[in-house]
Antibody
Framework: QVQLQESGPGLVTPSQTLSLTCTVS??????????WTWVRQPAGKGLEWVGR???????NYNPSLKSRVTISLDTSKNQFSLKLRSVTAADTAMYYC???????????WGQGTLVSVSS | SYVLTQPPSVSVAPGKTAKITCGGN??????VHWYQHKPGQAPKLVIL???DRPSGIPDRFSGSNSGNTATLTINRVEAGDEADYYC???????????FGGGTKLTVL
């Protein structure tokens, strides 16, 4: 059974880069079974799709975040990662990693990790 | 850009039927997925591709999609169904996923 676990700093300084990793266990990020995805939820707000990466092709990003986001695979560590540059308080959120189909539906989720942006 | 519109809240008595709508321009031409999200938990997929239920989701949950509105229907509502519900679609050009704003379901 494939499981996902997010990790990374819980506090990031404004204007710096938020970096999170999702470790995949019970399966391979190279399997081609999932589009590896990041979703976030600011406190008191709704879900927001950040982007996704697959074993081939270019990643897809939320157009509103595209200029600041990079999502990539690390097959040697069986992980995928999120980097969000030039963060502000508006990037404070619970960040979830997920495994989804091409059309975005996902039954596979990590438990989420809270990231606060503050000085 | 493509926008999905959900009512902020829906209230229903236990045992009754809840309907949560998701409006979008010609959404009937897209595949709509629905998630249940409870505090402290990861989102849970309850309906995929308009009306299919993932394994383990009770048949009290159903979905439909036509025209400009998709609907999640929960029959015989239970206290445990109280949660936020989100619709989701895949949109192209550029390729990305869109979530609706979410609906808080309150069981009275």
């Amino acid at each position: 059974q494939v499981q996902l676990q997010e990790s990374g700093p819980g506090l990031v300084t404004p204007s710096q880069t938020l970096s999170l990793t999702c470790t995949v266990s019970g399966g391979s990020v190279s399997s081609g079974l999932f589009y590896w995805t990041w979703v976030r939820q600011p406190a008191g707000k709704g879900l927001e799709w950040v982007g996704r990466v697959y074993t081939s092709g270019s990643p897809n990003y939320n157009p509103s975040l595209k200029s600041r986001v990079t999502i990539s695979l690390d097959t040697s560590k069986n992980q995928f990662s999120l980097k969000l540059r030039s963060v502000t308080a508006a990037d404070t959120a619970m960040y979830y990693c997920a495994g989804a189909t091409y059309y975005g539906d996902s039954t596979l989720w990590g438990q989420g990790t809270l990231v606060s942006v503050s000085s | 850009s493509y926008v999905l519109t959900q009512p902020p809240s829906v209230s229903v008595a236990p045992g009754k039927t809840a309907k949560i709508t998701c409006g979008g321009n010609n959404i009937g031409s897209k595949s709509v997925h629905w998630y249940q999200h409870k505090p402290g938990q990861a989102p849970k997929l309850v309906i995929l591709n308009d009306s299919d239920r993932p394994s383990g989701i009770p048949d009290r949950f159903s979905g439909s999609n036509s025209g400009n509105t998709a609907t999640l229907t929960i029959n015989r509502v239970e206290a445990g169904d109280e949660a936020d519900y989100y619709c989701q679609v895949w949109h192209s050009s550029p390729d990305h996923v869109i979530f609706g704003g979410g609906t808080k379901l309150t069981v009275l």
